[in-house]
Each structure stands twice: as C-alpha cells, then as structure tokens.
C-alpha cells in the first residue's frame, strides 16, 4: 500500500479519492474506513522533516469522515473502535513556537484517542490530550486536556457535560464485523470498486480526469 507503513484487511477509501497521505510512519489495523468527499481533502501526515519524526498509528474497525486532518510531529495513536466525524482535527505539534515563528516543528507532545471514543464534527484535538475510553467529544469542541474514560465533553475550551452509563450495553463498530454477511458484502463491494484499476487509468486521471473519476 503505497504512503503505508502497515494496512490490515478490510481497508476502504471511498470515491472520490480526495484524500493525502504523506509520511512512511503510518500505520492502519483491519476494517479502517476512510470516507472522503470532492469538496474538501482527508489528510494523514506524519511530518518527517526538519527534526520531526511523526508517527500515525490507528486501530481496527475506525472511521475516518471527510475532511479529517490528522497531523503528526511526534506520535499519534487511535486505538480500535474510534469514531471521527467529519472535519475533525487532531494535531500532536503547534508547528511553530510562540516567540520563534520560523523554526518547525515547535512544541510537541504524543496524543492518544483511547478505544470507542467518539469525536463529534469539526472538534479539534490539542498536543499532549488524552482522550478516554468510550469518551464523546461534542461537536466543534476545542480539546487541550485530557478526557476520561466513559465521560462526554464539549465547548471551547471543552468541560464536562455528561458521562456515559456503564451499566448500558454499548455496541462498537467491531459488532459490523463479527456480522460474517456484512464482511462479505464489503469485500464484494471493494472488489467491484476497484476492478477497473490499472495504471493507465491512474496515469489518465493525473493526466486528463474526468467527471466520475
């Protein structure tokens, strides 16, 4: 898989392929889907230039949603199970420092994304967070702490709102892959998406796409 260090079974990128991945530290379990859409681009970057050495390493059975930016100076880890909704941003780098505005990558710290949490659209995830299993992030919330385990977040910077009942049964998007129907007609649904591919009609869509490609 090219721009991949690793990529389990199952991995789906819908059309349109609007999506950018730079860096050889990148890492994807099974069952990952990226969704992506033509009006704005899905980017996973680890940065390995100028004293980075950025590291994306995500779960099994994880949604990606359009618009997704995840960048990476230093590490960062998404276990199983997670949700990202779309125009999510998680970055483990300010990129620049406060009174020096021209060096990279600035201060950095590792962020982790524990197993189930579920990250609400256009939040956005500071350097150094942990976020705690099953744990929500409410919709356009800005996280520069952490968050634990079982509780709902939201707000800018994000407070606590809410927890997650432990004593309820909680599905996880695994519970769509136990499902064997679900997992053969996904992989009949990638086969015929991708049956066309060759590198003449790679080269043809770099050179002179067109409307569908």
Request: net charge neutral; hydrophobic share 35%.
């Amino acid at each position: 898989m090219p721009q991949l260090q690793s990529a389990g079974e199952g991995l789906d990128i819908n059309k349109p392929w609007n999506i950018d991945i730079y860096g050889n530290k990148i890492s994807l379990g099974d069952n990952v889907h990226i969704r992506t859409s033509k009006n704005t681009i899905t980017q996973l970057c680890a940065w390995n230039r100028n004293g980075c050495d950025g590291e994306i390493h995500i779960g099994d059975n994880v949604l990606i949603s359009p618009g997704v930016k995840i960048l990476s100076a230093k590490k960062i880890v998404i276990e199983s199970n997670v949700m990202i909704a779309s125009n999510v941003y998680i970055s483990d780098s300010d990129w620049h420092e406060i009174y020096d505005r021209v060096s990279t990558p600035g201060l950095s710290d590792d962020v982790y994304i524990s197993e189930n949490a579920w990250l609400g659209e256009g939040s956005k995830i500071a350097k150094g967070v942990k976020i705690g299993k099953n744990s929500i992030v409410g919709m356009g919330s800005i996280v520069v702490s952490d968050i634990p385990d079982n509780s709902i977040f939201g707000g800018n910077p994000a407070k606590k709102i809410g927890e997650i009942d432990t004593n309820k049964p909680i599905r996880t998007r695994e519970d769509l892959f136990i499902n064997k129907d679900y997992k053969s007609l996904m992989s009949f649904l990638i086969r015929e998406d991708l049956k066309d591919n060759s590198i003449f009609k790679w080269l043809r869509t770099i050179l002179y796409r067109k409307k569908g490609d």
